[in-house]
C-alpha cells in the first residue's frame, strides 16, 4: 500500500489548479443513468471514487466512455440492462446508493446493497427510501438488499426531509425527474453540488424551479434528453489548500476555486487570519500575521462543511489561543483527534466537541487515518511538522484528491509518495 512520505516546514508558494468536485461528479455520473441519449460530463475528477461509480454504472449496462482525448470528460448514457448493485461495489463507496432513484425511474425496479455504517458514522438511508415510498415505490429490505419496485411510473409527491440530506435530495430529484406529476422536496439541501445536479437535469429537459433554494419543486416528464455538462470546481479541495496555505504561511493561488461556494469556511479562516480573495481566476490564499483560535460548528450549507472540520482543526491546533470545534453532522468524525495527539497538538474531545489548544510546534510521526478527510489532515499537519511524517493507508486520499502530493510539491513541499 502507497504511503505519503513529508518533510515539515516549507512555507507553500505558487499556483494550484482545483479540480472537479468529487461530491458533485459522483450524482451526476448517475445522472447519465436517466438518459438513452448521452450525457457527456467535462472535468470530471480523476479518482478512485469515480472510477468506482463507472465500474458500477457499466455493470447496470450503462455506457461510461472517455469523451475524446480528454480523460476527464466522460460520456454516459444508454439502456440499462441490469437493475442490482452489488454489495462488493457499495461496500467500497457509498455514494452507489445513488444509483437507486435513476434505476428506479428508469426501470420500475433496483436491488441495491444497504450501505451499512462507516468510519465516520452509521450513516442510515431511510429518508431515500421514505422519499421513494411516498412517490409509490413498494420497498423490502431482505438480506443486506434494498429491493424496491414501482409499477408504471414513480408518482410527484410532497417531500418533507426532517433534516437536510445530501444523498436523500440527489437520488429524489432525479426520481422525480421522470416521474409523473409534480414533486416537492422541502428542507431540501442546499449544498452547491445540489444546484449542480440540478443545473445538469435541467440541461436534460428537466423541470425544476427553486434550485439553490431549500425548497426544490419538480415537474416529471417522459424522458430526459443527452446533454453535456462541465462539473463544478471542488470546494473542499479549495478550502483543504487554502488551509495548506495558511498553516504554512505561504500563498497560494487557486485557480478556478469559487468563493461563492466557500461558504462560512471563508468567514470563519478570514476571523482566525486567513485572507482569501478573488482573482479574475479564482482565489489567492494567504495567512496575514499569525493565527488565532476560532470555533467553528459544523453544519448543512452554506454553513461550516463537516468535510473541512478536520482540515480546519489541524489549523486550529498551531494557531494562538483555543478553540472549540463542533460536529454535529456525523457522530464519529474525530478519528483524526488521537493521531494528531500523536503529533504533538493538544486537543480533547467532549461529545460532540473538541477543544483545541493551539501548541507552538507539531512533530512528525508515523500516523494513519480511516477516512478520507482525516487522512488530508494529516498531510496538512505534516506540512508544518518538525521532521518527517508518513501518512499510511493513501488509498482514503486517493478516493478524493487528485494527485495531492505533486500539486503540493509543486508549489514547494518535500513530499512524495513512496508505492508500496
Ligand atoms: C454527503 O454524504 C457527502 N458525500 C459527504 O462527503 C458529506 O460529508 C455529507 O454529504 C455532508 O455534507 C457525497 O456527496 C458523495 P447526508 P451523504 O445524507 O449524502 C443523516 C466526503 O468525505 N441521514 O447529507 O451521505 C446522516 O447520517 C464525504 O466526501 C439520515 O439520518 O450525507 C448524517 O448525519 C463523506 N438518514 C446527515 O443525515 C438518511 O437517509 C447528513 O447526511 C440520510 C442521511
Redesign the pocket.
Known sequence: MDRIRIRGGNPLNGEIHISGA??AA?PLMTAGMLTDERLVLSRVPLLADTQTMGELLRQHGTEVAPSGNDPRTLSIGGVITNTEAPYDIVRKM??SILVLGPLLARTGEARVSLPGGCA?????????LKGLEQMGAVIELDAGYINAKVKGRLKGATIVFP??????TENLLMAAALADGRTVLANA?R?P?ISDLCDCLVAMGAQITGIGTDKITIDGVERLHGAEHEVIPDRIETGTFACAAAITGGALHLTGGRMDHLGAVVRTLAEAGVEITETPTGLMVKRLNGLHGVDAITEPYPGF???MQAQYMVLMSVAEGASLVTET??ENRFMHVPELNRMGANINVHGKSAIVRGVKQLSGAPVMAT???ASVSLVLAGLVAKGETIVNRVYHLDR?FEHVERKLAACGADIERIPG
Not at 120 to 128: E, K, Q, S, W, Y
Not at 163 to 168: E, F, T
Open positions: 468529487k461530491n459522483l457509498r455514494a465516520i458514522g452509521t450513516r442510515p438511508v431511510d429518508l431515500h433534516m437536510p440530506s445530501v444523498g436523500a439541501a449544498e453540488e462543511p463537516t468535510d453532522i456525523f477516512d478520507l478527510r478524493g
